[in-house]
């Protein structure tokens, strides 16, 4: 089914404008970021950009129009980010057109320039209307880099639990989860690396049209700028730097300021760039400082877990009513001894080597254990026996009381038996002579 031109027009003409609607509408630094690279819709946001291009005749509004674009891309690259992370495909899309539009803003500049134009109010203007994007951008990295830390801490924690609980398998799935976890974080810091570059590269190209004063003050503005993303750094990692840490940075830095307000800009930016140079010795001591930190961290839970693997042998020990020697965690104690030394020392590495040691040493520990489990079990099963065998020849010692009795029973009801016999003849017997003489007697009297 075609289309037609009323049809079309409409359509033309709202893609032409849309954009500007969502700025207007929300007031906020980015645009809405509308269909993501990760949408099968996508195509209109290029068509409408593309028209917009079209429809845009001066160079200068063209340029413009390229640092709108690449901040249209800074909040898609937040959208995917948010929503499906730094692995997505849309991001990498996102990027590259990112990248496109700051090198077809300079490549404008440039062409300017080439024909004679006198281009630096309009590279101080992109360069300036570049500050907003670019600070959304980095933002959206940090945003992203916090979520994975806490994704980190989350997983370590039930990694943890996991390991105490003695969940083999949850605790495989979980270390391989936290491992996608760590790859997910690396990967991150490459793309912000790598667009980072791309920007400061395209930023120069601007500088390089930009009046001598317009480039000193940007410079001494930046300069603050990574000062105090430097101090928040530190602070959101919990480094503390010495009090004189930014002491050559603010001496240049003053001293760049001074030669500005005297109109010597070139000097100004050379001292603000010192001024630059002398923070990558700070940001590689809070480098240094969080790597110290996160090994204390980790030799502190390795501590922490081997006292705790300790206690959990006790218990069961106590449990099962066993008895362990005095020097049933000797080694254990001796490792834990000198892990809590190298700690104090400040040698982490080393201290969470001696813990996982220790913790290694209960191995030994929980074999004496079951040991000690088999010989009690074998000595209540003998103890079982035993009695089992008192009780059967108790049984049979009864039985054998009880046919005794049974048997005297009989001999006495026998004896008595007889002697009724006995007695009964007797006082037959008796009858009997008692007869005879009574006999005996009528026979006299007879005669």
């Known amino acids: 089914m075609k289309m037609s031109m009323n049809t079309i027009k409409p359509i033309l003409i709202s893609l032409l404008f849309i954009p500007f609607l969502v700025f207007a509408q929300n007031g906020a630094v980015l645009p809405k970021a509308g269909f993501t690279p990760e949408s099968p819709f996508y195509f209109l946001d290029k068509l409408g950009e593309a028209l917009r291009e079209f429809f845009t005749f001066n160079p200068e509004g063209k340029a413009h129009l390229q640092i709108t674009f690449a901040a249209e891309r800074v909040a898609e690259i937040k959208v995917v980010l948010e929503k499906r992370g ?35 109010n309009l590279a101080k203007e992109l360069d300036d209307k570049l ?23 989350e997983l370590k924690a039930q990694l943890k639990a996991a390991h105490q609980a003695g969940d083999t398998a949850k605790e495989e799935a979980l270390a391989q989860e936290l491992g996608q976890v760590k790859a997910q974080k690396e990967l991150l810091e490459l ?21 001598a004063q317009h480039k000193a003050e940007k410079a001494i503005r930046e300069a603050e700028e990574e000062k105090a993303e430097l101090i928040d750094e530190a602070a959101e990692e919990g480094v503390e730097l010495p009090a004189s840490a930014f002491a050559e940075f603010d001496n240049l830095l003053a001293q760049a300021k001074s030669a500005l307000q005297a109109g010597n800009f070139v000097e100004a930016k050379n001292l603000t760039k010192r001024a630059e140079k002398s923070l990558d010795q700070i940001e590689k001591t809070i480098e240094e400082l969080e790597k110290k930190q996160e090994k204390r961290e980790e030799a502190e839970e390795a501590i922490q877990e081997a006292e705790e693997e300790k206690q959990e042998v006790l218990d069961e020990a106590r449990k099962e009513g066993i008895e362990l020697p005095s020097s049933a965690f000797a080694k254990f104690d001796r490792l ?12 982490y590495q080393g201290a969470k080597q001696l813990a996982e040691q220790a913790e290694d040493a209960l191995e030994d520990v929980d074999k004496e254990i079951e040991k000690l489990e088999k010989e009690k079990e074998q000595q209540e099963e003998q ?26 029973e009989k001999e006495k009801e026998n004896k008595e038996e007889q002697a009724k016999e006995e007695e009964e003849r007797n006082r037959e017997q008796e009858e009997k002579q008692q007869e005879e003489a009574k006999d005996r007697d009528n026979e006299k009297e007879e005669r």
């Open 336 to 347: 834990l001894a000198q892990a809590k030394e190298l700690f104090v020392k400040e040698n």
């Open 131 to 153: 500050e907003k994007p670019k600070s959304a951008l980095a933002d959206s990295f940090k945003t992203e880099k916090r979520a994975l830390e806490a994704k980190e801490d």
């Open 86 to 120: 730094v692995e997505a495909k849309g991001l990498e899309v996102a990027q590259s057109r990112f990248q496109a539009h700051l090198a077809n803003a300079a490549t404008i500049v440039a062409d300017q320039k080439s024909k004679g134009e006198d281009v630096s």
């Open 383 to 408: 103890a079982k026996e035993e009695i089992e065998k008192l009780e059967k020849e108790k049984e049979q010692q009864e039985e054998q009381a009880k046919e005794e009795i049974e048997k005297l």
């Open 191 to 211: 793309k912000e690396e790598d667009i980072e570059n791309e920007l400061e590269a395209e930023e120069e190209k601007l500088e390089e049209e930009m009046e």
